[in-house]
């Protein structure tokens, strides 16, 4: 066995969702030959709700060395733990290869200052590097472009610091091409001296398992879920809703999603029952008669985002409902399992990979979509016929996608009522099970390795 030491600061019972890149890979590296070494940072320091369930779904002989940080103070001056725990995970780091055979290291990122123990211990140790882009990290988010704002400085950080964590490194991996392709345009050396890799987070058919099997119930304490608000403290399962046809979408909104939400929610306008708000003007005459129940849209997660836009649309409490908090993974996971179909909502950016359509596809419901044509889910959803695909080429076509969504519907609900979970095309889909994803990145570990060892 080979050992890859995984500087990962978040990792179960942590709850965010980059914990379950790691995770993955580490659960299924010993199946070809390597042993992963998780470095983390201890729970006590997480600032995030722990989901002690989530830790369930470790290995029980899974190596997890585990580190202290810098507590969070008040003012809140440094949040982001791979600050908070820099020294104290570059130190063991240090022990454990010097210690140890480690035979490769790798970073993925975010918390982006990780990637820069990567040059620092290549330099001591000579031990080969890797860093994993599960977000881009010199990127223009919304407020770049203001001067000595925050994001300003955010990004002005990220152009300096890339280059010192990326310029020994012999592999670039990230959750898509689209993620890394620019740090080799940034950093052209990196097209001969590093192996890249896009590999999806991909779907894991033990998680979804471990839900069918653990009896766990479907709940929420928000009202988002009824017609009617309920007290807090109220557990509504989502099976129990009146006849509907309920889709839902669990995760966060990428800030390029909007624009196609709003489009979207204009299509949904016309369809809105009888008894629900005075609707905003109609695209089209009301009489639009499409064959299919009344939908209901639950979006999860995405932090009060969505309420504003339906309301604004006359569609919240009727057509759209919003659970606002993040919840734990395996609780997205049985609400999947309760709901009727699953929406996935894309960006106008190309490169943006849902890693939902994974979940969404191994929970057996059918999918309805909304991504751009150049995105790789596209191909993940159509070979494995398990949802229906609307695409968008980006921002010139979006005065298009109410109409094309409300024929989406359409040929969502005919695709609905003949769709069997047993003919999803699973053939296909494997090449992005978790499992898979992984033998790509020991491909790329075992060829580093063996030249490595060629050049001893």
């Not at 966060?252 to 369809?271: D, R, S």
């Amino acid at each position: 066995m080979k050992n890859i030491l995984i500087i990962s600061p978040h990792y179960p019972p942590s709850n965010l969702a980059a914990v379950h890149r790691s995770r993955l890979f580490a659960q299924h590296l010993p199946s070809y030959g390597w042993k992963p070494i998780i470095l983390t940072v201890h729970e006590d320091f997480y600032e995030e709700e722990l989901d002690w369930n989530l830790h369930k779904l470790i290995p029980a002989d899974q190596r997890i060395e585990k580190v202290s940080a810098f507590k969070v103070v008040k003012p809140r001056l440094v949040g982001d733990i791979g600050l908070r725990a820099y020294f104290q995970l570059r130190r063991r780091a240090l022990e454990l290869i010097r210690a140890e055979k480690i035979d490769f290291v790798y970073i993925p990122i975010p918390s982006f200052y990780m990637a820069l123990l990567g040059p620092y211990l290549f330099k001591r140790t000579g031990i080969p590097y890797g860093i994993d882009y599960i977000d881009p990290w010199v990127h223009q988010f919304p407020g770049s472009n203001k001067l000595f704002s925050r994001h300003w400085f955010s990004t002005q950080l990220a152009k300096l610091l890339e280059p010192i964590a990326v310029k020994h490194a012999a592999l670039i991996t990230g959750v898509s091409e689209g993620y890394y392709k620019p740090v080799l345009d940034r950093n052209p050396h990196l097209k001969t001296q590093a192996l890249t890799a896009a590999m999806p987070y991909g779907g894991e058919e033990s998680d979804h398992d471990f839900i069918r099997n653990s009896g766990k119930e479907v709940s929420s304490t928000s009202p988002a879920f009824g017609r009617q608000a309920q007290p807090p403290s109220t557990s509504l399962n989502l099976s129990q809703l009146p006849s509907t046809l309920k889709f839902i979408y669990a995760g966060a909104m990428l800030p390029k999603a909007y624009k196609p939400l709003e489009e979207i929610f204009k299509a949904l306008n016309q369809l809105q029952p009888p008894q629900s708000p005075q609707p905003l003007q109609p695209l089209q005459p009301p009489s639009t008669s499409l064959n299919l129940p009344q939908p209901e849209f639950h979006f999860i997660g995405t932090l009060g985002t969505i309420r504003p836009i339906a309301e604004k649309h006359g569609l919240y409490g009727t057509t759209v409902f919003e659970h606002p908090d993040r919840i734990p993974y395996l609780d997205v996971l049985t609400q999947l399992e309760a709901a009727d179909a699953v929406f996935i909502l894309g960006s106008t950016e190309p490169h943006y990979t849902p890693s939902k359509v994974y979940q969404g596809v191994l929970s057996g419901k059918p999918i309805l979509a909304v991504l751009h044509e150049q995105s790789t889910a596209v191909n993940v959803l159509r070979a494995s016929n398990a949802g229906i695909v609307i695409t968008m080429k980006g921002e010139e076509d979006l005065d298009s996608l109410s109409a094309r969504f409300l024929a989406g519907l359409q040929d969502f609900e005919n695709f609905r009522k003949a769709f069997d979970p047993n003919r999803i095309n699973r053939a296909a889909f494997e090449q992005y099970s978790a499992k898979a994803v992984t033998k790509q990145l020991v491909e790329k570990l075992d060829e580093i390795v063996s030249s490595t060892a060629q050049l001893g």
